[in-house]
Every structure is written in structure tokens, then in C-alpha cells.
């Protein structure tokens, strides 16, 4: 089969790799029709994260059509148009009984080769898959948009975490694509206040048509007097912060209120720096959110009735052999792209 193989660090090759074979009776193989580059294979992509280490066939995030089942195989046969997790979850460690699968003790990541493992991903015309982390397509969703599932799971699992009650006003700092589904699945749930923060002024009017009633550039010096008389003083309940590093990180404890939550579902930077003392004498509750745990039946049923629009956020789609041209395009910041979606 044609797969992208990230041969060196930033150096993607679309090259002939032998075709996955079933080795397991509960195995799925899947024919990729569908693969969205996602934010972490980008940062991934020069070794900056070191959980991307080549060569390796990235990418996590797709959609495809069943080709052929193991003999233990139940729920799915060939021809069944299907979605799956970006986590391969083990079925029977503590956390997996208990429902928390994005916490499994055996976790592995597909397409993500770190010192633990290496598990190839789906930039590729085939992939091998597990029945249980797999899900069906609802009718009336195409497969650019089911590879969506991923990213709009990932922003509905950090609002599960903390969700707002019906009028609280909330915000979500950096509106890249996950701050942006998270808006999107923010509006129907408060009557309250969404703000957005955002550096990238079209990023910005881009999370007013997602859900956001204000978009505020974080490095506006009166940016807390802002939205104190937004919030009659009150300052917001809940933040999501979908960036990960400092700054973001500052920017959504300056907002939050006293006792007030924020979910911190980016991670950018390994380490950040916290005003500790502003967070302990001010009760903030820090809430840290990874992968999914059970949202993507109803993330696609959202996307499939219409509910959750992502046709939006797809910047492109493109053939997989262009690969490396959509990689460094994402790579260099060019053109303000949102989703890729590569078509193998
Ligand atoms: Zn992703
Ligand atoms: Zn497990």
C-alpha cells in the first residue's frame, strides 16, 4: 500500500510499505478514506515533542471503511463506513472497567512513536484496528467530516470535565481548532457569556461565527477590566485553555473568578510558570483534561444531525501524496489553516 512515512524529522516520503495484516481475531483492517493532520503530528514533526520519532506513519485522526474482520469480530463487517479512537485502550486495566479508557494503563497512541512504543498511525491507505475502540458512521456524515470526531471528542471531553451550569459565562483562550469546536459545543449548553481570547485577529473573528459573544486579544493591558464589566464584576466561572504555555495559561487565571475552574486541555509547552499564589488564595481549581473517555457517539451524532457544523474548520482537502506540501504549509504558520484533511 502508498503510505506517508515520516522517514526523518520534518521529511515525509509517500512511499510503497507493505499492506497491515489481521494478526488477531478481534483486528479490524480499515481503508483510510480520510486522515486530518492534527496540531500535535505538526509540533511533533521537527522532534520538538520527541513522541514522533521516525520513522513512523503518523496521524490519528480519521475515517474509513471496514475491508475485512477478524473471526471474533462481532459488531462490524465489510463495507461498514466507520470512525475510531485515537487512543488504543487495553479493555481490562482499573481504568478501563471503570469507563476512564483515555487513562488506560496500557494507553498507546496511534501514530506516535516515543521512547515506550511505536504504534504507526493512519496517513496511509490502510490501518489495522482493534473492534473495540472502533465506532459506526451515522448516515448523512461524509468521511472528511467523521475524521472531525477526533478533535470535536477531544473538545467535548474537556468540557465534560467541568461543564457550565445553563447561565454561566465562560471563555476559551486560544481558538485554534480544538478552542474552536470547544466554542462551538459551548453555545448551545449556557445562556451565559462565551468569550474567546486569541492573538490571530482572523483567529479571533473566526470564534465569533464558532459561538463566542466577544473575542478579546489577550495582550489587551485592559483586558481584566474588560470583562470585569462584562461580568458585572464577577469575572467567568469556567475557562478552557486550549494552547498550553504560559502566557494562555496567565491569561485564563486573570479572567476566572474566585473558586472558579480552569480546564486545561492544551499542552504546548512541557513545563509552564503559575502565579501559585493567586491560584491557592483564590480557590481556582485546575482541571487538567487528555484524549477522550466515551464522546464520540455523541460527537458524531451532533456532526450528523447537524448540530455541530465542522465543515467550517476543514481549511483543505487534499491528496495524501501532497503530504509533505500540507505539513510544512502547517509546519510554517502559512495561510491561517485550520484542519488539513489528507485523502489516500
Ligand atoms: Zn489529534
Ligand atoms: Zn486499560
Redesign the pocket.
Known sequence: MKALVMTEYKKLEFMDVPTPEITSPTEVLVRIKAA?I????VHGFDGSTGRRQPPIIMG??ASGIVEEVGSLVKNFTKGDRVTFD?TIWCGTCPYCRQGKVNLCDDRKVMGVSCDEYKQDGIFAEYAIIEERILFKLPEGLDYAQAAMA??AG?AAHAISLAPPLLGEDVAVVGTGLIGLLILKLLRPITSGLIIAFETDKERRLKALTSGADHAFDPRDPDLVQKIADLTGNAMLDKVYEAVGASAPINTALDVVKKGGTVVLVGNVSPRVELPLQKIVTRQIRMQGSCAISGEYPAVLKLMASGKLVVDDLISKKAPLSEGQIWFDKLYNREDNLLKVVLLP
Do not use: L
Not at 38 to 41: A, T
Open positions: 486530518a492534527c496540531g500535535s503530528d490519528h485522526e485515537s477526533e478533535p477531544v
